[in-house]
């Protein structure tokens, strides 16, 4: 007999989506356990139970595991839900990769661009982007005026938004070249929607440009803009690095 799994691991093992997304579709009562409605917590047996999320039935055997990183283009969406985006970074996918069932390991808005990880891994997905993952990501962004750093102290210290607490762990002001006192530096290990957006926001300060660079000891480099590549394992574990 093999070992019991909770249902959202069963989920993500098999490339549907991250663990996180898979409670979200659990709490929507979408997944059945041999034809029962899941709750939350439940446990399968992955080679003896017939998991169904809506009419699909899931495979029992767990998919080979695929992560890309892809340097994201402003005006692409990171999702794969919404059947009205004209673009998204999945139909930007070569043509190997369009069958896959693969998602968002940490998502860009629209307007942002730069380093994204695409996974049919849940678990890598869910240590990438669960908070004590401490995932640092950089960040070079252009704001519409001179950037004040006297208010650096209060940004890293953070503020209350939404019932979110946002902050910085380093912000470094540019201090080389034309327009340079417009251009930031910004280091996160947490990543809550439009987190740099909105942090700067609260300071008076419109993000014009924000693009992602590296993650962890991963930098984004040689790929073009839309473009993919596979990461090797040392390149997968690098994003853990500081």
């Known amino acids: 007999m093999s070992d019991l799994v909770r249902v959202q691991k069963f989920l993500a093992d098999r490339g549907l989506c991250s663990r996180r997304e898979g409670e979200e579709w659990i ?33 029992k055997l767990p998919k080979a595991k695929i992560t890309l990183v892809m340097n994201k283009p402003k005006g692409a969406l990171c999702t794969n839900h919404d059947p009205h985006a004209v673009l998204t970074v999945f139909t930007m996918l070569p043509k190997e990769y369009r069958r896959e069932r693969l998602f968002c390991a940490g998502r860009l808005d629209k307007d942002s661009e730069g380093m994204l990880i695409l996974t049919n891994d849940g678990d890598l997905a869910n240590r990438i982007t669960h908070p004590t993952g401490g995932v640092l990501k950089r960040y070079r962004i252009q704001v519409q005026k001179p950037f004040d750093p006297a208010i650096i102290p209060k940004m890293l210290r953070g503020v209350m938004d939404e019932g979110e607490h946002l902050f910085a762990r380093k912000i470094i002001p540019d201090t080389v070249g034309d327009g340079a006192n417009t251009r930031v530096e910004v280091h996160l290990d947490q990543g809550r929607k439009r987190e740099i957006r909105r942090l700067f926001e609260a300071f008076g300060y419109h993000v014009k440009k924000l693009k992602r660079y590296q993650m962890g000891k991963l930098k984004l480099k040689g790929i073009p803009a839309g473009a993919v590549k596979p990461l090797t394992q040392a390149e997968i574990e690098s994003l853990f690095e500081q």
């Open 27 to 59: 709490r929507e009562g979408r997944v059945k356990i041999n034809g029962a409605i899941a709750d939350l917590g439940a446990k399968v047996d992955p080679e003896k139970d017939q998991v169904s999320v809506g009419r699909r039935k899931i495979p």
